[in-house]
């Protein structure tokens, strides 16, 4: 089994973690570093000496690329090893990446080592993960304890997929994860220990900007919608003023908006590019008629109820808003299994995992 480490201008955790994983056999230490520079240049010849190889970049691109890097370079040396991906920061135990590498010999496509947040915890640890997988559930239906976690598992199958993911910086896990579950791959948590060293001062992670890479995908789609909400708006209430008739006036504004939305959503929000365009919007159009039924039913009862064409159109807007995010990511621009889906697997090496599990 591989212990990929990405690590970016590390300390002394770093050595030490490296120096604990070598003990192990059967395990070999993978770790990437992402363009720390010349004064991090000790730490990574320690680890270099401690028994790790160590790959460097020349300049820093995120923690999604410096995984990409390590993924590539695990397809290519090391067929049909599984890897566990760790921190380099003293997060994790070697206990606990034993426990995630062993978990792959289950038969499952990704294991996630979850935390359970206990303890003091930074705040902002602990609201971010708590709104991020409550987003997470969502969008995707699916239900995670920890969608930020940093250690996890995957087979040596997986490795061509892992590849194809977008992603450069911190949004590539969360990205992941989205494919995870809109494709059906088989994901399960494995319990570890909540560890935050000085507050987690040692965490590259750039609140603002970070977190916009992260909710990005939802945050596109919201923009889409929004522009979509504002030309079925105008259609909407312009219809309605020249004929008086609701149901007329809020199919035509629904036809109009719909086709500009699926032409963003399309190119822009979900970059499908499996398969002809009308494919795509045959599902689409089935997916318009369905939400303009909703839409048309719950116009024709709120106005009366609240009194207001706009108030009652704001109030519809927002109901169908997930359901209908969830169902273009899922369905409409999916990306078809042929291309995509991973294909069946051999089960993980069970001498490897028989090897780790004598160390506990």
């Known amino acids: 089994m591989i212990v990929l480490i990405p690590s970016f201008e590390p300390d002394g955790r770093l050595v030490d973690l490296v120096r604990d994983l070598v003990l192990v056999d059967g395990l070999r230490v993978l770790v990437v570093d992402d363009g720390s520079g010349p004064g991090f240049a000790g730490f990574f010849e320690a680890a270099r000496v401690a028994g790790a190889e160590v790959l460097t970049e020349p300049v820093n691109r995120g923690k999604g690329a410096a995984l990409r890097v390590g993924f590539a370079h695990v397809r290519d040396q090391y067929p049909g090893e599984p890897l566990v991906c760790a921190d380099s920061d003293g997060q994790h135990t070697l206990l606990d990446i034993l426990r995630v590498g062993a978990a792959l010999d289950e038969g499952t496509d990704l294991v996630l080592g979850a935390r359970h947040f206990t303890g003091r915890v930074p705040l902002r640890s602990r609201v971010g993960n708590q709104v991020t997988s409550a987003v997470f559930a969502l969008v995707t239906g699916t239900r995670l304890g920890d969608t930020q976690t940093g250690l996890r598992g995957y087979p040596h199958r997986l490795l061509d997929w892992l590849l194809a993911v977008p992603g450069e910086r911190f949004e590539y896990e969360l990205n992941l994860l989205l494919r995870a579950s809109r494709e059906g791959l088989r994901i399960r948590e494995v319990e570890i220990a909540t560890i935050y060293l000085e507050g987690n001062s040692s965490s590259h992670f750039r609140p ?146 028989q090897g780790l599990s004598k160390v506990w």
């Not at 024709?300 to 207001?308: A, M």
């Open 208 to 353: 603002l900007r970070d977190s916009a890479r992260i909710y990005g995908p939802l945050l596109a789609f919201g923009a889409s919608s929004l522009a979509g909400f504002g030309i079925d708006a105008a259609f909407l209430f312009g219809l309605y003023r020249l004929t008086g008739n609701l149901a007329l006036s809020v199919v035509g504004a629904r036809l109009v908006s719909a086709s500009a939305n699926f032409a963003i959503n399309r190119r822009l929000v979900f970059a499908a590019q499996q398969g002809p365009w009308w494919a795509a919007a045959r599902r689409y159009a089935v997916l318009a008629a369905g939400i303009l039924a909703a839409n048309l039913a719950l116009m024709e009862l709120l106005t009366p109820l609240v009194g207001s064409v706009v108030l009652a159109k704001v109030v519809t807007e927002v109901a169908l808003f997930l359901a209908s995010y969830q169902i273009q990511r899922s369905v409409v621009f999916a990306p078809r299994p042929a291309a995509t889906s991973p294909s069946p697997a051999p089960r993980a090496d069970h001498q490897v995992v």
